[in-house]
């Protein structure tokens, strides 16, 4: 059995606890979606509009290093010059705003696409109408921004090469000066001539680039594509933000149904109880199974064939711990239920049947006296007896015992001892009465099977598994709570008697009999009657049979038979 204890939930504990709590998991995951709905709404919203703008090379373009173009323009830089606070000032004075610069230029996104010279120039507002007109502007601010840079490049070389052709020149003057003062046959005539032929050479080469700047055309770029009215805010974005509620509900969905399962005491499945009560499964009647009431299930049905198995397994369980003797034939075995409740009655009912269709001599015994019964159904009902005269009567002395003891018409070898009267019979149970009518039976009998009253109702149960070899807790779903669980097990375990495990049922309807008719009788007198026999008792008599029994050690039948005299 420790192998089979199972140690920590796994994934079909997990599928099982959605499967319980789907509707938790659901409501939850509708709150999500419902939640991200309504924030959306209070979200500001966010329209972006797009400019693309084509990006020609002009006079000072040049590539920098590490850049991610190969070119002429590094668009990684123009990117950046977009963004940049010059950009902005003017973009400013366009939309003729008071607003900074810096706040401006923190709606600009820039992108640009693979393998192109193309700047899309994103700008993000409140309205689209801000948002076109933004992106318009800061494309038009760079552009212009761009132009003037290029403009200023070439005034900057045109001087630079002015102020060389002034030096030039000068130099070549003093040359002229010097070759005009030398007769023709000095001998320094030809260095003066090389010198005046080189620097010729430079103003010339100088001229032809000035004339090359001075009628160059500043071609900054252009816009392609111009900025268009958004429809549609980019943000908030009401789909994202539902997809995410509708994750974030599930996930509260599924630990509010881990919370949930954590504290629920109720048994919702057979495979808890072991983990959370400490007590091991015999037997899970499952809903296939369809459990009756009003009768036992068949041998070759679901149900039947689950109670063979129950069947199979507390004999063997009862052979291990409880070795056969010469003095004791029959082996006990109590069922009781955790919580109020048909389910022993159940149980009861089908184990003996089951150990009776082997051919072994079963008797059973309902001890569920009429007064603690709650929406229980009769065990006399489920095997096909009488339900009177029974236990309560044999112990008050009304019937015998062998007079009471009745055989059930479909299972020869199973022998019943109904509840008996209705009337109340408190403390009979855990009479030494009782324990010589039970002491009786088990050596006419191979098992003694007792359904006893639940362990939440009174303290009969734990009397009766005193007198027991072997008891079985009956579990009903959705009704039994684990506490009652653990208490059932720790009050067999105080009486010392063997806990073989437990037995899950489904939950089941309260037994409602066919009224029988109306008796001749007013019911309170018949109840008054009955009232007054049990209190003629003798009670001397049974105090004597408490003394003479341990002395004289009677024959367990001459003990039942006396005591019921």
Not at 172 to 182: A, D, E, N, P, S
Request: proline residues 7%; charged residues 20%; contains cysteine.
């Amino acid at each position: 059995m420790d192998a089979a204890h199972p140690g920590s939930m796994d994934l079909s504990d997990y599928l099982g606890l959605v499967r319980r709590h789907w509707w938790v998991v659901l409501l939850l995951t509708a709150v999500g979606v419902a939640g991200a709905a309504a924030v959306t709404r209070t979200l500001p919203r966010e329209y972006v509009s797009s400019t693309s703008v084509l990006v020609q090379p002009s006079g000072g373009d040049a590539n920098a290093a590490g850049g991610r173009t190969k070119g002429e323009i590094n668009l990684d830089t123009e990117a950046q010059l977009v963004r940049s606070t010059q950009v902005a000032a003017t973009a400013a004075e366009l939309l003729r705003t008071k607003a900074d610069p810096r706040e401006l230029a923190r709606g600009v996104s820039v992108e640009v696409p693979a393998n192109t010279t193309v700047l899309q120039i994103k700008y993000a507002a409140r309205t689209p109408e801000l948002a076109q007109a933004g992106s318009h502007a800061f494309a038009e601010a760079y552009l212009r921004s761009r132009e003037e840079n290029a403009h200023y490049d070439l005034d900057t070389q045109i001087k630079a090469l002015n102020a060389k052709l002034k030096q030039l020149s000068a130099q070549l003057g003093q040359v002229i000066t010097k070759l005009g003062k030398l007769s023709g046959d000095a001998p320094n005539r030809p260095t003066l001539d090389s010198q005046r032929t080189t620097l010729q050479t430079q103003i010339n080469q100088l001229n032809g680039k000035l004339n090359g700047l001075s009628t160059t055309a500043v071609s900054a770029g252009r816009i392609i594509s111009d900025a268009g009215l958004p429809n549609r805010p980019r943000k908030p974005d009401l789909k994202i933000n539902l997809a995410g509620g509708a994750v974030l509900g599930a996930l509260l969905g599924l630990l509010a149904a881990a919370l949930r399962h954590r504290l629920d005491r109720r048994v919702r499945r057979a495979g808890d109880v072991w983990r959370r009560a400490d007590v091991p499964v015999l037997a899970e009647v499952t809903g296939r199974a369809k459990p009756r009431l009003d009768d036992v299930f068949p041998p070759y049905g679901s149900g039947g064939r689950i109670f063979n198995r129950l069947r199979n397994e507390v004999v063997a369980a009862i052979a291990a711990v409880v070795p056969p003797t010469d003095d004791t034939r029959g082996r006990a075995v109590v069922v009781t239920g955790a919580s109020r409740g048909p389910s022993a009655t159940l149980v009861a009912a089908n184990l003996a049947t089951a150990l009776a269709r082997t051919g072994s001599e079963v008797v059973l015994v309902g001890a569920h006296q009429p007064d603690l019964l709650v929406g229980v159904a009769p065990l006399a009902g489920m095997v096909g007896v009488q339900p009177t005269p029974g236990l309560s009567d044999v112990i008050c002395g009304r019937v015998a015992l062998s007079t009471a003891l009745q055989r059930a018409p479909r299972t020869p070898h199973l022998r019943v001892l109904a509840t008996g009267a209705t009337a109340s019979a408190a403390g009979l149970l855990q009479s030494q009465a009782l324990r010589d009518i039970l002491a009786h039976l088990r050596t006419q009998c191979d098992y003694l099977i007792i359904e006893a009253p639940s362990t939440e109702a009174s303290a009969d149960a734990q009397s009766l598994a005193g007198v027991a070899d072997a008891a079985i807790v009956a579990i009903e779903l959705r009704r039994t709570r684990y506490p009652q669980v653990a208490d059932a097990a720790e009050q067999l375990r105080r009486v010392g008697t063997v806990l073989l495990g437990s037995v899950v049922v489904p939950r089941l309807k309260p037994f409602v009999p066919t009224p029988a008719p109306a008796p001749a009788t007013p019911p309170s007198a018949a109840l008054v009657e009955d009232t007054q026999h049990f209190q003629r008792l003798d009670d001397a008599k049974l105090a004597e049979l408490d003394a003479a029994a341990p002395a004289t050690a009677p024959a367990p039948a001459a003990a039942a038979e006396r005591s019921v005299a």
